[in-house]
């Protein structure tokens, strides 16, 4: 397993790592292929690839009408998956549809299913978890969560859909975390400011000490605290599929964290650049396809290439 | 004077550098100002810009009714001005407006004026200078300096209506030259490709081993060989004016190539954030005056700002 590889390659246990989000069925639509249904959800990326550093525990629910082996590979990666509850009915259906830049996804069809009535209780166990992850649910939700845990940690993802419909309890939630990861375009929204700095500004006066902003192919940006660190995307020469790319890089970041057990510009800087690389293997392929093809061993070599495509010398003048 | 000040800190005395291109009276409107005339054309932010590391030459034309003493600051910063010929008639104008995201300009007017019948002629000394930089010039005018010339290493800058409507004269120009320096949608549009990295390829195969694409508030990419270099743009808090932003860029870039006196990965990458750092003094102010106001010393401080925002650890897993 993945995570025991990584446990033993730490110096400290690694932490625990909680995420709180979906598992999906997906129906995309790409340049390259018409309405391909596959295994999706926030959670699903986000564990897959956080499996590869530490051993995340998944909060979600499923439909009856969903086939556990097409989770196995989690299993194997060392993802903790005994909070997965089944619950008659259908599981929750997400469809979309990508452009020919293949850079924003429309939604089409949102079923939420057995995700409507979700009620995501801890465990005393899970409340006392050191790193939390609230992935993209709906502000109410995380909030319900948040409000359960005792967690050192706590870092969530949102969307325009909740800065435009549920800003008051987005607003709450933010108040209590110490991190949000969202794209670019969420940001502008969500700050009403242009520049990435103002706007990474105005969504720390929110709450969170640490914004992460994902800005596709021109990678990452990241406001910890006074400090700002900016990452390229990893150039990947076949472009498939985005979906979970988002919630990838996020279990990459959030990954690093638990698996040094700190939070720091040091341990942020390295998890972005971690997530970069694995958000690379999503998108060389359809559902997790791509993702599941990556190892430690591959992930090693993508973040050396990053380090050589970004480094410089000193200026003697 | 910082060319001279730049040539002593320097090990090798530095190298010759040309550049020829425009000086013009700029007419622009931004977000902040309505039809604001001032200096401006490529080969004056270039030079500003170079001044600051080397001794550069502008070969260029002016009208009758242009005030040289415009022009002092260039010559305070060891710009060497004598082939700036004047000619009976009015100076290249140029008249764009910018949006609200101040990302691109939309030109409304091109006046060439004494710039349509220039006819640059280098000196048998100018023929063997050791770099020459093409401005965004019609590439006709290109191709008869970079034939005549013997330089060690020309780059050349372009545009989409040259490569719309001057297409055959500008690969023959790009069969000739060591970089281009384009921006993003030029480098789409002349390669018919949609990733970076692809559109760099296709323009490496035109002629040029080192692509540089600017990015805007993206930052900047570079392919030489098969070595790409990403760097983000500096994080400016107010944005002005980016008229000649990407000559002033080219300025730095190139100019730090002449001051070392040797092209590789690692000058070029320098050059790289030089140039980043020196645009983001021209956007903090309208025409000149922003660059005007950068030294030496705070090139340095943003310098090590982009590196500061840039560096991260190695991955121990």
Redesign the interface.
């Known amino acids: 397993m993945a995570c025991r590889e ?1 446990a033993s ?2 110096h400290d246990t690694a932490s625990s790592l909680i995420v709180v989000g979906s598992i999906a069925l997906d129906t995309v639509s790409t340049p390259g292929a018409h309405d391909r249904i596959g295994l999706g959800g926030s959670a699903t990326y986000f564990s897959a690839a956080a499996g590869l ?1 530490c051993c995340p525990e998944v909060i979600a629910v499923l439909g009856d009408d969903f086939d556990r082996t097409q989770l196995n590979f989690l299993v194997e990666r060392g993802v903790d998956l005994s909070s997965v509850y089944t619950k008659q009915g259908k599981t929750f259906q997400w469809q979309g549809t990508y452009g ?2 293949l850079a924003e996804a429309t939604t089409l069809r949102t079923d939420l299913n057995v995700f409507a009535d979700f009620e995501p209780n801890l465990s005393d166990r899970q409340k006392n978890c050191d790193f939390l992850f609230l992935a993209n649910i709906i502000p109410h939700l995380q909030l319900k969560v948040v409000e359960q845990a005792k967690a050192k940690f706590v870092a969530a993802d949102t969307m325009n859909l909740w800065i435009n419909t549920a800003n008051a309890d987005l607003k709450r939630v933010l108040s209590m975390i110490d991190m949000l990861v969202l794209n670019e375009a969420e940001a502008r929204l969500l700050s009403e400011e ?5 706007a990474a500004k105005r969504i720390q006066s929110f709450g969170p000490q640490t914004v992460v902003i994902k ?1 596709g ?3 990452a ?1 990241m406001m910890h605290k006074d ?6 995307a990893f ?3 076949e ?1 498939i599929d985005p979906t979970g790319c988002g919630d990838t890089f996020a279990g990459g970041l959030i990954g690093t964290l638990a ?1 040094h057990g700190e939070v720091n510009d ?1 341990t942020l ?2 998890g ?3 997530g970069t690389a694995l958000a690379s293997f999503t998108i060389e392929g359809y559902s997790l396809d791509g993702l599941k093809r990556a190892t ?1 061993e591959s ?2 070599e993508r ?2 290439a990053v ?11």
């Not at 242009?194 to 103002?198: C, E, F, H, P």
């Not at 400090?227 to 390229?232: D, E, V």
């Open positions: 990584a390659k730490t550093l020919d830049d242009k520049s990435i700095v103002a800005r192919v021109y990678g940006f400090a700002i660190f900016s990452c390229p150039p990947t020469m472009t698996r040091e800087r390295e972005i650049v971690v430690v992930l090693r973040y050396r380090e050589a495509m970004t480094k410089f010398g000193s200026f003697d003048l």
